[in-house]
């Protein structure tokens, strides 16, 4: 009977919990399994995992999250030093689907660490729509994988399965290997009759767990939702329906990897003989790759550009936007704010919400609804009809439902925040699962064919992105502190000896409203000569911008109540 045993492993600050009854092993034993988590766990995004046996380490998914707070920050992927430092070993990147949480990060390892990528089509589609906007020596790899096709990469033979998914070609992957069997569930949702007609494989997994399974991972999302996640069949049916209804303008709004809705809508358009403009740069990208792919629904409806749009009759026009959550850049918002180029909405237009809110986005999607309504546009969300979203990852019930077909050993939640990987491991327990583990991204679990213990652990982190480039951390602290607090420039003139040869100057950006504060910059300067004379000649520059940022910093807080961020820039010469 195998002991029931529990790992919890957060990596910040909380302490580290290990059940009693789990083995102590020292540092890492030869002949270990590692699972070296790099972002994904603990959060919601930035999916990436490798797989360590021997001299194979195998990345699972390698995908993107979003600042919700970081100014000018583009995406945020995991911190690959971990790849690097062991890039000799690294044989590839296995891809569980084309989601931007699960590929984005792709060009930022690839660029470091040269490796084929593995991956279903569609995913690759989309990878190489990414990969085209850098340069490349020499291309990456790609390497299309179908379902139940076998793949042996070093230690590990590994089997994509189908899964359901809210996109298209979504896998789970299987690995065997001599330690036992992994099954690692993708994201996906149990749908019996699925859109694209192939279900998620159960029949597979069954044969697998048949063998006995060494560890399942799976999907974590929806841990919170009793239930089902229910059928995209009834999403389509009632999109169809807004479609067939509109008699003016009609402007759908959901995720472009969608590519079930997006083929509902041009379907009803063809038959409703309306015709499309599709909006926004992700939606454009998806239609490129499903229509290379032959996935887009026959036969099409004419499709418009922008310049079209404003002189197409109001009830022959439908637009297909991205921009769901309200991002500010995107087409939806310039609709709702009436600054779109080519296309101004009017009274009685219908604006229908095909998504979910993801969570941080809910006051600008409120904003975005009530510039849409103040202009008399009618805007139907999931709570006027819950038929416009369902959920395209596992609810308990299918989660459930996994676990007990799989009947693994040792239980993994993954794809969550902290909260849902705890919740979902106490499911698994309560299912009779023998051992669970909850770990954050860089915690390490070991495991061999019997045991599961905690290794020393890996670097992880957030990397920040603007423009194609990296961040580096110093710089967006520094950024982030000035959009709290602005920034002074403080200019000292000052002989060979340090001695001032006029009174310093001060300059503001975002801390005061300098026209209006001409006092206060000049008790600023004042306090900052007050201190300089007092110093002892000669004197270092150092000193000398310590003082004057220090004397600064003390008025700004004395007469504003807040300390910016003070620099000072010393200038020496004696002519
Ligand atoms: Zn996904
Ligand atoms: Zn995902």
């Not at 988590?37 to 195998?58: F, K, Q, R, S």
Request: net charge negative; hydrophobic share 40%.
């Amino acid at each position: 009977m195998p002991r029931k045993a529990e790992i919890f492993a957060p990596t910040r600050d909380a302490p580290l919990l290990t059940h009693a009854t789990l083995h102590c092993k020292s540092l890492r034993m030869t002949g270990a399994l590692r699972i070296v988590p790099l972002g994904g766990l603990g959060e919601v995004g930035m999916n990436c995992m490798a797989l360590e046996l021997d001299d194979t380490i195998v990345v699972i998914d390698c995908g993107v999250t979003f600042p919700d707070r970081e100014p000018g920050v583009d995406l945020i992927h995991p911190d690959f030093a971990y790849l690097l430092e062991n890039r000799a070993r690294v044989k590839a990147v296995v891809l569980t689907h084309g989601h931007e949480d699960h590929i984005g990060a792709l060009p930022y390892l690839l660029r470091d660490v040269d490796v084929p990528v593995y991956g279903p089509d569609y995913a690759l589609g989309l990878v190489r729509e990414r990969l085209s906007e850098f340069d490349w020596d020499r291309p990456p790899e790609l390497i299309a994988i179908q379902p139940r096709q076998v793949l042996t990469l070093g230690a590990f033979s590994v089997e994509p399965f189908r899964v359901t998914h809210s996109i298209p070609d979504s896998t789970g992957l299987v690995f065997r290997t001599r330690v036992g069997t992994l099954v690692h569930s993708g994201d996906f949702k149990i749908d019996p009759n699925p859109i694209d007609g192939q279900p998620c494989d159960l029949p597979f997994l069954d044969e697998v767990a048949r063998q006995g399974v060494r560890v399942l991972f799976s999907d974590s999302t929806n841990v919170d939702v009793e239930g089902s996640s229910g059928s995209e069949r009834s999403v389509v049916a009632t999109l169809a329906d807004y479609v067939r209804e509109a008699n003016a303008r009609l402007v759908v709004s959901l995720f472009g990897s969608n590519i079930f809705r997006l083929n509902a809508l041009l379907r009803a358009a063809a038959e409703a003989g309306k015709v499309v403009l599709p909006l926004g740069r992700s939606l454009q990208t998806h239609l490129r790759v499903a229509e290379r792919q032959g996935l887009l629904s026959r036969p099409m409806p004419p499709l418009i550009s922008a310049e079209n749009a404003q002189t197409t009759p109001r009830d022959r026009l439908l637009v297909i936007a991205s921009g769901s959550q309200a991002e500010p850049q995107a087409a939806l918002a310039r609709l709702a704010t009436g600054t779109h180029n080519q296309l101004r909405l009017e009274s009685g237009d219908t604006v229908v919400l095909s998504s979910r809110v993801i969570p941080g986005r809910e006051r600008a999607i409120h904003a975005l609804i009530d510039n849409l309504e103040r202009t008399g546009v009618r805007v139907v969300q999931r709570f006027d009809d819950p038929k416009l979203h369902v959920s395209g990852h596992a609810c308990r019930d299918e989660q459930r439902m996994l676990i007990e077909l799989i009947r693994p050993q040792t239980f993994v939640p993954v794809h969550g925040t902290y909260h849902h990987l705890k919740r979902h491991a106490a499911l698994a327990r309560d299912l009779g699962v023998p051992e669970t583990c909850v770990i954050e991204n860089g915690a390490v679990l070991e495991l061999d064919a019997d045991t599961a213990w905690l290794g020393p652990s890996a670097q992880a982190g957030r990397v920040h992105i603007q423009a194609g480039l990296e961040l580096p951390p110093v710089v967006l602290r520094d950024r982030m502190l000035m959009a709290e607090v602005g920034m002074v420039l403080i200019t000292l003139a000052v002989d060979s000896r340090g001695a001032l040869r006029a009174p310093p100057r001060v300059l503001t950006r975002g801390v005061v409203w300098e026209d209006a504060e001409r006092d206060l910059l000049g008790d600023v300067c004042g306090e900052a000569e007050l201190a300089i004379t007092k110093l002892p000649l000669p004197c270092d520059d150092e000193m000398l911008r310590d003082v004057a940022c220090r004397a600064a910093r003390r008025v700004f807080r004395e007469e504003v109540g807040f300390r910016p961020l003070t620099h000072c820039v010393v200038l020496r010469s004696d002519e």
